[in-house]
């Protein structure tokens, strides 16, 4: 170690142009430590071999002053590489970090199965939130802008899951406006699309309560009547024969 202090020179001379290139990627960071170790094993032996042909012909201050150069210029040049290992390790945790993160987003944004009106459905994430913005204006009674929404969402996904629903509350929200021509097609639309929707009975009740309001008695007791015939299990045909009795 003694005899190294020419080649430390030269080594070093390289040395900071690596310091400051900050991080660097997997492959080159490895190469970097990599090259500065094989540098420091080669200055070491060739200025040992440099101060074995030297020996007689320089002072022994001459050999020791150099020696402690060398020492130093070295430290050096490890202490770099071991910042390098360090940048290194900490690029690779921060990569690690990032890709977990970016899954867990891509995660989220995966469809999902889900029970939908007692059914197994797959779901994406945009559908469900244009559902779901749909029904929180139906339910902050902003029935005019609500019933768009939920037409829209028809639009844009007619084989939901929740179309069956979106068609339920779009009737409702023009019935909520007394918009009774708009909610017969609507609900018709629900019984006629999804017979095997939970709501299908409501929706025919909701029917003849427009024909009602719409002077229409006789449209009004053959929906009743249907009700009564497709869903007798159902509450709202307990609810029809009630208003069928009214009605005579």
Not at 81 to 102: G, P
Not at 107 to 135: C, F, H, W
Not at 203 to 214: G, H, P, Q, T
């Amino acid at each position: 170690m003694t005899k190294s202090a020419i080649a430390a020179a030269f080594i070093v001379a390289l040395a900071p142009s690596i310091a400051s290139a900050g991080l660097f990627d997997d492959d080159e960071a490895r190469k970097a430590i990599l090259d500065l170790r094989a540098k420091v094993d080669a200055v070491s032996a060739k200025l040992d071999n440099k101060l074995d042909t030297k020996a007689d012909k320089s002072s022994a201050l001459d050999l020791a002053n150099q020696n402690e150069q060398l020492r130093g210029e070295i430290a050096k040049l490890r202490g770099q590489i071991e910042v390098l290992t360090n940048d290194l390790a900490n690029t690779q945790r921060r990569q690690q970090d990032f890709y977990v993160d970016l899954d867990n987003r891509v995660r989220k944004l995966e469809p999902k199965m889900m029970n939908v009106d007692g059914k197994e459905a797959t779901v994406e994430i945009n559908e469900q939130r244009s559902y779901d913005a749909a029904l929180a204006l139906y339910k902050s009674a902003d029935y005019k802008n609500a019933g768009a929404a939920f037409n829209a969402f028809l639009v844009n996904y007619p084989q939901s899951a929740f179309a069956g629903s979106a068609q339920y509350w779009m009737g409702n929200s023009f019935y909520a406006q007394r918009d009774c021509k708009n909610t017969v097609v609507a609900m018709q639309g629900l019984v006629k699309n999804y017979p095997d929707h939970p709501k299908a009975p409501d929706a025919m009740l909701n029917v003849a309560a427009c024909n009602i309001e719409l002077k229409d008695k006789a449209g009004a007791k053959k929906t009743l009547e249907n009700l009564i015939k497709q869903y007798p299990d159902s509450e709202a045909a307990q609810a029809a024969k009630n208003r069928l009795s009214s009605l005579k």
